[in-house]
């Protein structure tokens, strides 16, 4: 087709110039130029024609080589282009039309191509710069600002060369690497801000200050401005949060010993309980391990300065009071001893040690502490008798049961059919079984105190008196009892001899008195719900003389002005020497031969 049109052009050409040859040809006859005139004339027209060939196919020929050269170019860009973006695939196509495409359809095929590329490129760099943009961020924020720019600078020309999707994918894993570094570093400096948040909050410190002393953004106002998360900060909290431990841990011994002194003052000065009340708070935290305490401003200074000017004060007070501490203490001391019948030490007693106080010869703190110490030697001593104690408390029980079963015996109407009768009788079976075991249980007493003597090396001391000399003048008197009471029962049978001969020679006769000579004024009665009736007082028969039993109660009572009130455990035998005939026969009567017999059932 291009071959038809160049021939038919060069016709149309060649016809034109002929007809131009005949016009000049014609114009040169006219004229009358000569041949050789024609033939230079013919010759510089051909010379002129070939030069503007010639310049034709120059141009033709640099419009090609340009072609070649815009051709190459694009080829060019376009394997850079598919290289950086790691586009292999696209270029083939091109290898198979290059010999049969002219270079104005190769250009114009490859142009598209190398704009898509270029579209795709840029949107890759955006992709690029987006990816790098939150990696240098987050870097920034782990490793600080400084060194990530330094390494940024240096791998850009390289990132630009390859914009490969394996190159994306490289730099997006990375960023999700850094993401979930800053999210468990972000974690841990907010578990760290909190812990600080606690620590000033017990403490009573500034928390903006303390994180602020740290790195700024951990409490800065400013909404775009991002938590720092580097090394740096996060070593700054740990060391921030040690200290405020040691802090913590220093207030709180501290705060103890205030506490310590603020009860050992109270209990001294016997604060009211809304005085305790107001340091409440504070006072709790004794029992409290140090993780437990968490109460805002607990551990303040204004606090443990409020709590140290309370003990201030009452140490005060205590200085003003203290004769009447002293005082308090020493009655504390003479009722424990009261209770465990030991003898009080002498030296500070009530009036001795007031007049120490009022010379000034003495300290009333040292008096004091001397008391306390006396009252803790005291309890020692007395955890050290309380085996024997317990002893003497069942020797005693035992003493008074004797005690009851005499006056019971002495009772004119115990056997009568009255209420709590059967229980009186129940009783006093119980307690003549209690009464043959006293015998055993003061020998076993007396074994008892002579070991703790030897082991002690000391004298068992009951309200002042040596234990074992009581329990020996309680035997004395308990064998003089029981040999008056053998004497008693002799003499009974004696006068029951005479009044039985008597009656055998004269004849019985009535005694006006005989149901009512030893009728006792207060008879038993049971109590309101039926149970153990009060225990009746005894009345003795005559005016002659008792034979009392020595108990430690009866020791105490004469020794010891606590023990006034306490019952003596004594019996008073029957004198019937004083008692008229008529008298013996209507007790005869009643009680049978022997006083002491149990009743017949």
Same mark, same amino acid.
């Given at each position: ?146 060194? *990530?720019?330094? /390494? %940024?600078?240096? #791998?850009? =020309? &390289?990132?630009?060369?390859?914009? !490969?999707?394996?190159? +994306? ?44 002393? *740290?790195?700024? /953004? %951990?409490?800065? #106002?400013? =909404? &775009?401005?991002?938590?720092?998360? !580097?090394?740096?900060? +996060? ?54 391990? &140090? ?311």
């Amino acid at each position: 087709m291009l071959a038809i049109g160049v021939h038919g052009t060069s016709i149309r050409t060649s016809t034109t110039c002929t007809a131009l040859l005949r016009e000049l040809e014609q114009i040169w006859n006219d004229i009358g130029e000569s041949e050789v005139d024609k033939d230079r004339m013919l010759m510089e027209l051909e010379r002129e024609c070939l030069e503007v060939y010639r310049r034709k196919v120059d141009e033709a020929a640099n419009t090609k080589a340009r072609f070649h050269q815009t051709v190459a170019a694009k080829e060019a860009e376009l394997a850079t282009l598919m290289a950086s973006l790691g586009e292999h695939d696209i270029h083939s196509p091109i290898k198979i039309d290059k010999r049969s495409s002219s270079l104005k359809e190769k250009l114009a095929s490859i142009t598209p191509l190398v704009e898509e590329l270029k579209k795709r490129k840029d949107e890759r760099l955006k992709q690029f710069d987006d990816v790098k943009n939150q990696i240098e961020k987050i870097s920034g924020e782990i490793f600080g600002f400084h060194s *990530v720019s330094n /390494s %940024l600078s240096i #791998t850009t =020309v &390289e990132d630009e060369q390859d914009l !490969s999707h394996r190159r +994306l994918n490289e730099y997006q894993t990375h960023l999700r690497t850094l993401q979930k570094e800053k999210s468990d570093r972000l974690q841990k400096v907010l578990q760290c801000v909190n812990e600080v948040h606690s620590l000033c909050s017990v403490l009573g410190l500034d928390f903006g200050q303390t994180v602020g002393d *740290v790195h700024p /953004s %951990l409490h800065g #106002t400013q =909404v &775009e401005q991002s938590t720092n998360i !580097s090394n740096s900060t +996060l070593e700054g909290l740990e060391q921030t949060i040690l200290k405020l431990k040691i802090e913590r841990k220093t207030r709180i011994q501290k705060l103890k010993d205030v506490v310590a002194k603020l009860f050992e003052l109270w209990n001294l000065m016997d604060s009211s309980k809304e005085d305790r009340n107001c340091f409440m708070g504070i006072t709790s935290i004794v029992g409290m391990s &140090e993780s437990e305490i968490t109460d805002r401003g607990v551990l303040s200074t204004e606090m443990i300065e409020k709590a140290s000017a309370e003990v201030d004060r009452l140490t005060k007070l205590k200085a003003s009071r203290m004769k009447e501490l002293v005082f308090k203490k020493r009655s504390e001391l003479e009722e424990i001893c009261r209770l465990t019948h030991i003898e009080p030490d002498t030296s500070t007693a009530a009036e001795k040690a007031g007049a120490l106080i009022d010379s000034g010869l003495v300290d009333p703190s040292e008096l004091l502490a001397n008391i306390e110490a006396q009252i803790v030697k005291v309890k020692d001593e007395a955890l050290s008798r309380k085996e024997v104690t317990d002893r003497i408390d069942k020797w005693l029980s035992a003493c008074e049961e004797e005690n009851w079963l005499d006056e019971y015996n002495q009772d004119d109407n115990r056997y009568s059919a009255g209420r709590g009768a059967h229980i009186n009788l129940k009783r006093a079976e119980r307690a003549r079984i209690t009464v043959a075991k006293i015998p055993a249980m003061v020998d076993n007493l007396i074994n008892k105190t002579l070991s703790w003597e030897d082991e002690k090396k000391t004298h068992f001391l009951y309200d002042g008196v040596r234990l074992v000399s009581i329990l020996d003048d309680y035997k004395l008197a308990r064998q003089q009892k029981e040999e008056e009471k053998r004497r008693h029962r002799d003499h009974k049978k004696m006068q029951d001899l005479l009044l039985n001969q008597k009656e055998a020679i004269y004849g019985s006769k009535p005694s006006p008195r005989k149901n009512n000579s030893f009728r006792k004024t207060n008879s038993y009665r049971a109590n309101g719900n039926g149970s153990m009736p009060p225990t009746p007082r005894r009345n003795s028969l005559s005016g002659g003389t008792t034979s009392e039993l020595l108990t430690p109660r009866s020791y105490s009572g004469r020794q010891n002005g606590y023990f006034k009130e306490m019952r003596r455990l004594s019996t008073a035998p029957l004198n019937f020497v004083a008692i008229s005939k008529e008298d013996t026969i209507s007790y005869a009567s009643l009680c049978g031969s022997e006083p002491d017999s149990p009743p017949q059932v």
